[in-house]
Structure formats: structure tokens, C-alpha cells
């Protein structure tokens, strides 16, 4: 694959405050490239060096192979869709879409062909004259792409573009954005603290926090084999136990929960399980699982999505199992003692 | 129903003080200067209806020739107020962090708390012939005697425009304090040069606050008597003389209220016209 941005330990200080730090990564041409990180780690200030409003402190930025340094954002051949989408108030739909085809002295049948041609891939055709400042959430989030996207950008960053929208919405252009982006084959880098947003649509994601990436990876490995422990706890639920000591092949947590875990070479500090790595009543002849039993304390129902909240009988450490999506466990009911197992990969140690 | 009544009510009690306020200050005097403008003497020493003060003002050529350079001088310095302060409105607002920035707005309250008089003297120290500009230029020997400048239409120009800046920066300061940052860097995104965006995305932002603030500097210029009459000296031809002249001068009232009321229709048809001509709807401004 080609890379079409290549960033090398790029680095961003404010007056004694480290926003960005020695931040390395290549992304794929074509590819959709999610930055996934809590409020504050540094992620609008990334992509605001890569469209260059502002100015690295270290480091190099390269798109299709041209050091970037120097040039200002317009002329860049990346565009933004901003968080706060910026819309232009004073114009409509059509002429908001046009404002950059317009600079670049384009013929007037030209610019109209491109336009239409835009809004029609996001589905706001017959919407050229509307206001933008009367259109919904949803539609000013797609003239704000369109915009974006007629400039056929070598790379389109957006920054929480969805992050506006309620729930229902946001899922819709979800799926969406990545169909568009897919359709168009345009590099996307997509900038959001929503785990799930980043999983469903990218086709690599990098976790941030505070200011440096902790892993790059596929949403699946991400999502399987965290490389640190604020990856395990940010992408994902999942229970979190700190341990106290390890023994040979045994960890044993604060509360007490002494648990086999072969294949550490270190002395870990905290334990992260996911609520679907717990097997219910494990057959007996199943090797490399660590075995124990749990009470149920409480069912929390939520459709496809029901776990159960249960204490581990030798410890009383509490952890939330996913329940299985078969009849077998309809009738658990609260009390109930069950005999619970766990790969020994699940156990992710840290 | 009844609610919608009731609602009624509180809003006519509300209202009720300005409009007294408006009716007892504002319209009863005016009506008053309205109904003395239309009246005449008449032959037996009575009051008749007269249209003669209003074609006075038609029939002489001093009247509205003083008018037509009133009205250009207006209209002159509310451009230049314009040019003037907007640079100032968007360094205040948009360049310099906040803390100072209302420090520095509340420094150009300052003509304001010191009155017009008073400014208008300053500028006399500042302008005269032993004033502040001609002792400097004088002793570092660029000129051998001093420049006129006082009792000219420049310092006329130059008093008008200090007094009435003050009413452009502020709503232009506001109208830009709603400027989203973000427009601008969107606009140089899209490959706009800085003046593309200045001409494309700040001026048509702000142009509600350009508006309302062209509005008032351009009436506070072309009603102001203090300015043209102390600094513009004996040569300016400002119409609000003119009307003082009739009042009080030649105690000519009719033609005095006549003249007050010409200045205030035609003001505002030169203000109806340039909003026309920019396309912009008094509704808006102000917003
Ligand atoms: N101009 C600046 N001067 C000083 N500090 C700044 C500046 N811009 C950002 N920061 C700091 O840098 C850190 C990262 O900010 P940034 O806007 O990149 O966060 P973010 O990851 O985009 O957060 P969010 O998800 O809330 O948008 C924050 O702690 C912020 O306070
Ligand atoms: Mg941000």
C-alpha cells in the first residue's frame, strides 16, 4: 500500500505544556484512519498541525512523500470538517459548497456540475437554496463534508464531526460516512473520543492519551489485544482488577481472588477481563482455562446485551459477565451458584 | 384564552412607561415644530396653513447646497469611521486575549465620559495654530510658520469623526465577538487568501453591526451643531447652523422647524436608500 501521510515524532509544546508527544504513524492511501482518545489527550491539536493552523514544535509531517513544513493550510491539499463544522451563516447550502471551487477560479458550469454532483452523494439534493441555519443537525453535518469533500482532498481530517448529533443519528451516519468513504476513495483521518464509532468505520485506529499514541492497530486487534492497560480500559468494556502479587503461575488480585495465569514474564499490576471472556459452566475436559465459581447477584437486562453482575465465591471480588445468546441461562436467577472459566489469553495482565 | 389575555395585559403594562416616555419627551414637542413648519401669517395677523417655509428651502441655493455638503460630509465620515475603527473592532475581538481586551474597549468609552465639549476643545489644543501639532513641526524646523488646521473642514472632519467612532466600534465589536474562529480558518481551508476572507466571511458577518453602526454615527454626524460650529469655523456650511440660525438669529421658527424636519426626512430616505442599495433589512441590524 501507499502511504499518503507519514508523521515522524511529532511534537507539540504550549507555553510549558506538552500537548503532542513524539507522535509517529503512517497512514494508508485510501485507508480510514480512526484517533481514538479521551477529551483533552491532544487530538484536535495533531490535526491542527497536519492542516497546518499551527505550527509543530518537532517533527515532520510528510504527505504523499512532501515535507510539509512551511506551507500554509491553504495550500495543503488536505481539508477539515470542523468540529464545530463552521458552516458559513451567510450563505446557502450551494454557495457554502462552492466557497472553495470558487477560489480556485474554476469555470461557473464547472463549479454548479461539481456542486450538484456533491450533494447528491450526501443526499441533500433540491436543498442548494436552504439556509444552512435552517437545516437539521444531520444536514448541516453533510454540507459540511460536501464542502470538504468537492475540493477532493488528498486527505479529509474530520474532528468529532458527529460529536453534535443525538444518538439515533450519529449511528445513521456512522454507517454512512464509512459507505461515502468507501465509495469515494478518499484517505479519511477521524478524529473521536466514541470507542464504537472509531471500531465500526476505521480500517486502523490509533489510541491516544495524553498526547502519545499507545497503540496503532485494526479494530479487532485493538479490540483483542490491548498493548497497554489504558488501551484494555478505554476500547471496550471491561472488568478491571488490580492484583497484589504473582506466585509461580498464579496472580492473586487486592481482594484476595487467586487466579492461574501461565506466560507472565513480568509481575503485573493490574488484571483486565472483558465480560464476554467468562465461559458459564465450562465443560470439563477443556484445557488452559482458569476455573472458579460466582453467585449472581444481580441480572441486568438489556436484550442481546444482558449481563450478569456476580461475586467470586473465594473472594468476593465483584465482575460483570456477559450472558451467552442461547436459551441455557434464561432461568439464572439471582443466588444461583454457577461454575464460571476463563482462557488464560483472557486474562489480560499489565 | 385567558391566558393569552392575560399575557395582554402585562405586555401593555409594560409598555405603557415607554410609551408615555415616548409620547410626552418625543412626540408632543415634535408635533408641536411640526405644526408651527406648515403655519403662516396671514394678512389679517392670523394663522394659516403655509407650504412657504418648506419651499424656502428649495428656492435658495445656499440652503440646499448646505445641505448636499452636509450630507456628503456625513456620509463621508461614517466610511471613514468605518475604515477608521473596524481594524480596531477585530484586534480587540479577535487578535489580543480577552483580559485586555475589555480594559482597552472601556479606554475608548473615555470621549464619551468627558463629553463632546470637552473633546472638541482638546482638539482646538491640539489643532491651533500655537497647538500641539504645529509647536512640534515648528521646532524641529519642517515648516517655518504654522499650518492651518484649525477652523477648517479638516478639523471639522477630524472632531466629527473622534465623537462618532465610538458608535461604529461597538456594534461592530459585537457582531465580530460572535464570530466563530473556526469560519475563518474554514474559509483559509478552502484555499480563501486573507482578503477573500476578509471580503467573503468577516465583512458580510459583520455587516449587521457595520449597518447599525453606519446608521447611528451617520445620524449623530449629519445632527451635530457643537463640531462644525467650534471647530468647523466660520467657513463650514453645516445645515444644523443653518436651523440654528433661523431659530435664533433671525427667529424665523417656521421655517427653523420646516428645515429640522427636511433634515430628518431626507436623513433617513439617504439611509432607507443605502440600506436598499446594500440589500440589507432593517430587522436585521441590530440582531
Ligand atoms: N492554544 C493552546 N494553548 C495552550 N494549551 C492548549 C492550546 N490548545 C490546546 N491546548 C491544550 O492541549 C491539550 C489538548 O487539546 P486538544 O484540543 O488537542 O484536545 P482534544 O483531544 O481535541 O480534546 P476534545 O476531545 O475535548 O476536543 C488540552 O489540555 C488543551 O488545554
Ligand atoms: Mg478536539
Redesign the interface.
Known amino acids: 500500500m501507499n502511504k499518503i501521510l507519514e508523521i515522524k515524532n511529532l511534537t507539540k509544546e504550549f507555553k510549558g505544556f506538552t500537548a503532542v508527544k513524539n507522535v509517529s504513524f503512517n497512514v494508508d492511501e485510501g485507508g480510514f484512519f480512526s484517533i481514538l482518545g479521551p477529551s483533552g489527550c491532544g487530538k484536535t491539536t495533531l490535526l491542527r498541525m497536519i492542516s497546518g493552523f499551527i505550527q509543530e514544535s518537532g517533527g515532520e509531517i510528510f504527505i504523499r512523500g512532501k515535507l510539509m513544513r512551511g506551507i500554509p493550510p491553504e495550500k495543503r491539499p488536505v481539508n477539515i470538517v470542523f468540529q464545530s463544522l463552521a458552516l458559513f451563516p451567510m450563505m446557502n447550502v450551494r454557495e457554502n459548497v462552492a466557497f472553495g471551487l470558487k477560489r480556485q477560479k474554476l469555470k461557473k458550469s464547472e463549479i454548479d456540475d461539481k456542486v450538484s454532483d456533491m450533494l447528491a452523494r450526501v443526499s441533500l439534493q433540491g436543498f442548494e437554496k436552504k439556509k444552512v441555519t435552517e437545516l437539521s443537525g444531520g444536514q448541516r453535518q453533510r454540507v459540511a463534508i460536501a464542502r470538504s469533500l468537492v475540493m477532493k482532498p488528498s486527505i479529509l481530517l474530520l474532528d468529532e464531526p458527529l460529536g453534535a448529533l443525538d444518538r439515533k443519528l450519529r449511528e445513521h451516519m456512522k454507517i454512512e460516512l464509512k459507505l461515502l468513504q468507501k465509495e469515494l476513495g478518499t484517505t479519511f483521518i477521524y478524529i473521536t473520543h466514541d470507542q464504537s464509532e472509531a471500531l465500526v468505520m476505521s480500517d486502523k485506529v490509533a489510541v491516544m492519551n495524553k498526547g502519545r499514541f499507545e497503540q496503532i492497530d485494526t479494530p479487532r486487534n485493538l479490540y483483542k489485544n490491548p498493548a497497554t492497560a489504558f488501551v484494555a480500559g478505554f476500547v471496550g468494556e471491561s472488568n478491571r482488577l488490580e492484583l497484589k502479587s504473582k506466585d509461580g503461575d498464579f496472580i492473586t488480585t487486592k481482594d484476595g481472588w487467586k487466579l492461574k495465569r501461565p506466560g507472565l514474564d513480568f509481575t503485573p499490576e493490574v488484571l483486565y477481563i472483558r465480560p464476554e471472556a467468562f465461559i458459564l459452566t465450562p465443560a470439563k475436559n477443556l484445557d488452559n482455562i482458569s476455573r472458579f465459581e460466582v453467585k449472581i447477584k444481580t441480572i441486568l437486562f438489556d436484550g442481546s446485551n444482558t449481563k450478569v453482575a456476580a461475586i467470586e465465591s473465594s473472594s468476593g471480588a465483584e465482575v460483570l459477565i456477559s450472558l451467552p445468546q442461547n436459551a441455557r441461562f434464561e432461568n439464572l436467577k439471582e443466588g444461583d451458584t454457577v461454575e464460571v472459566g476463563i482462557n488464560y489469553e483472557n486474562l489480560k495482565c499489565y | 384564552m385567558e391566558n393569552k389575555k392575560g399575557f395582554n395585559i402585562t405586555f401593555y403594562l409594560l409598555i405603557l412607561p415607554v410609551l408615555l416616555w415616548l409620547i410626552v419627551l418625543i412626540v408632543l414637542p415634535h408635533l408641536d415644530l411640526l405644526i408651527s413648519s406648515f403655519q403662516g401669517d396671514s394678512d389679517a395677523g392670523g394663522k394659516v396653513f403655509t407650504l412657504e417655509h418648506y419651499m424656502a428651502f428649495f428656492q435658495s441655493k445656499i440652503y440646499w447646497l448646505t445641505f448636499i455638503n452636509t450630507a456628503a460630509y456625513a456620509i463621508g465620515i461614517t466610511i471613514l469611521a468605518f475604515i477608521v475603527t473596524f481594524p480596531v473592532a477585530f484586534y480587540l475581538t479577535k487578535v489580543i486575549s480577552k483580559k485586555y481586551a475589555s480594559f482597552l474597549a472601556l479606554l475608548l468609552l473615555i470621549p464619551l465620559w468627558v463629553g463632546e465639549l470637552v473633546t472638541v476643545y482638546g482638539w482646538m489644543i491640539i489643532l491651533g495654530d500655537h497647538g500641539v501639532i504645529n509647536e512640534f513641526l515648528l521646532s524641529i524646523g519642517l515648516i517655518d510658520k504654522p499650518i492651518d488646521m484649525l477652523y477648517t473642514n479638516f478639523s471639522m472632519t477630524i472632531g466629527l469623526l473622534y465623537i462618532s467612532m465610538l458608535f461604529m466600534v461597538v456594534p461592530i465589536m459585537s457582531t465580530l465577538e460572535s464570530l466563530?474562529d473556526?469560519?475563518i480558518?474554514?474559509?483559509?481551508?478552502?484555499?480563501?487568501?486573507k482578503w477573500?476572507i476578509f471580503t467573503?466571511?468577516i465583512i458580510?458577518?459583520s455587516?449587521p453591526g457595520i449597518t447599525s453602526g453606519g446608521i447611528i454615527v451617520f445620524m449623530l454626524v449629519i445632527g451635530d451643531y457643537v463640531a462644525p460650529d467650534i471647530l468647523g469655523g466660520k467657513s463650514s456650511l453645516w445645515f444644523t447652523e443653518q436651523i440654528y440660525n433661523e431659530f435664533l438669529s433671525t427667529f424665523n421658527w417656521g421655517e427653523g422647524a420646516a428645515f429640522g424636519f427636511l433634515l430628518l426626512m431626507i436623513s433617513s430616505s439617504i439611509i432607507w436608500l443605502a440600506l436598499k442599495l446594500t440589500g440589507q433589512k432593517l430587522e436585521r441590524v441590530g440582531s
Do not use: R
Not at chain 2, 480558518?185 to 487568501?193: H, I, K, P, V
Open positions: 466563530d473556526s469560519l480558518e474554514a474559509a483559509s481551508d478552502l484555499g480563501a487568501s477573500t467573503k466571511i458580510p458577518y455587516m
